[in-house]
């Protein structure tokens, strides 16, 4: 009896003992992270074939990860998409066309006021008919003379009151008319240092379709400060816009050398005329200007080319069927897209639609992953 009743003792305690350590090790489990717990009980969990769940897992995994697409191409930074990646991402790609190209200056101005000018035909316009009624009354005072002077020569029938009279009048006329043509040289003499000799002529000249254009604001007046020391001339080609945009930018055309600088850019003047859309009077404009007569031969790489990096433009090209290579666009760039001589070829295409996703697609595969804890 006292063996039973130790032993009936004994289970209870055993029993309690059991369940509190059941009790510590399911709150020990909680604590633990759910990831780590599966591979705990996977470790305990064997499969059918022996091997661990976990096991089997990893090995799952590691044959489902991507292939890594970012590499580098000749020592190109580079991504790798199968045709049937690059139709689901949109890549559209385009031949590159070859273009010549002339270099260029970029230099600025302003539109110019062109009142003083209208002002200064005005003035000549009102010399030029003092003049002719001036020359009109030496004509009449001179005839009269002459006549006078005819007349006591073959009967000396005018006094010599009348005589002096007449020729008086016609030193008067005489001296009036040299004032007038006195005048309107000086007017001619000041145009020429204000606004040069090609515009003075378009000013003072009986029919001048450039003034026209001017005074109706079907052009504007610019004037450009060159500080490379280029010598322009009327084969010089000119593009400007206000807001420094290239591609954007109008053609301007030259008309001469401008006698005065500007105070706020240094440099030789010229002056320039271009179409008034959007340009007003006093505004400060860029403008290129083509830098010698010779052009180079290239590729033009279309804007819609262009993805930017680092701040500074980038292009993909295809190099074969799966792989794009990322390169570097020249710093400037021309009307409807960049000019390339080098590092690029016509058998290449260009990516046009998509670059953007390529570029992602390349630096996605340079993040290191994080560790789950």
């Known amino acids: 009896m006292s063996k039973i009743a130790r032993s009936m003792t004994v289970v209870p305690k055993l029993l309690l003992g059991l369940l509190a350590l059941a009790i510590v090790l399911a709150a020990l489990a909680m604590l633990v992270p759910a990831q780590q717990r ?10 059918p074939n022996g091997t661990a769940e976990s096991e089997t897992d990893e090995a799952g995994e590691d044959e489902e990860e991507p292939p890594q697409r970012a590499l580098l191409f000749d020592g190109e930074p580079a991504v790798k998409l199968t045709p049937k990646e690059q139709r689901r991402s949109g890549i559209r790609m385009a031949p590159l066309e070859p273009t010549s190209y002339r270099a260029e200056d ?28 001036a020359d009109a009354r030496l004509q009449v005072s001179m005839q009269e003379y ?14 010599a009151g009348r005589m002096r009279q007449a020729q008086s009048h016609w030193e008067v006329d005489q001296a009036q008319h040299s004032a007038s043509e006195a005048r309107i040289a000086n007017l001619r003499a000041q145009a020429v240092q204000q606004w040069g000799a090609v515009l003075t002529a378009a000013t003072m000249g009986a029919d ?23 010598a322009l001339s009327s084969a010089t ?29 240094q440099g030789e003047t010229f002056f320039f005329a271009a179409p008034a859309d959007g340009l007003r009077t006093g505004m400060r404009l860029s403008a290129w200007i083509a830098r010698g007569d010779e052009s180079s031969a290239g ?26 290579a990322r390169r570097m666009l020249p710093a400037a ?35 290191p992953e994080e560790d789950d804890d």
């Open 299 to 324: 590729l033009l790489i279309p804007g819609a080319a262009a993805v930017w990096y680092a701040g500074r433009p980038w292009a993909y090209v295809r190099v074969d069927d799966q792989l794009f």
């Open 237 to 265: 080609d000119a593009f400007v816009d206000a807001a420094g945009n290239r591609r954007e930018a109008r053609e301007a055309r030259f008309i001469s050398v401008a006698p005065q600088t500007d105070a706020l850019a």
């Open 146 to 159: 002459e006549r006078l002077r005819g007349l006591n020569a073959l009967a000396s029938v005018i006094s």
């Open 38 to 47: 599966s591979a705990l009980l996977a470790a305990f969990n064997p499969s």
């Open 106 to 133: 970029r230099v600025y101005g302003e539109v110019i006021n062109i009142l003083p000018l209208l002002r200064l035909r005005a003035r000549f316009e009102q010399a030029q008919a003092a003049l002719a009624i």
């Open 208 to 230: 001048s379709e450039r003034l026209a254009r001017l005074a109706n604001r079907d052009d504007v007046l610019l004037r450009l400060s060159v500080t490379s020391g280029e």
């Open 333 to 367: 760039n021309i009307p409807g897209g960049w000019f390339v001589r080098d590092g690029f070829s016509a058998s290449e295409p260009v990516v046009i639609s998509g670059g953007q996703m390529l570029l992602s697609e390349e630096f996605r595969w340079q993040i």
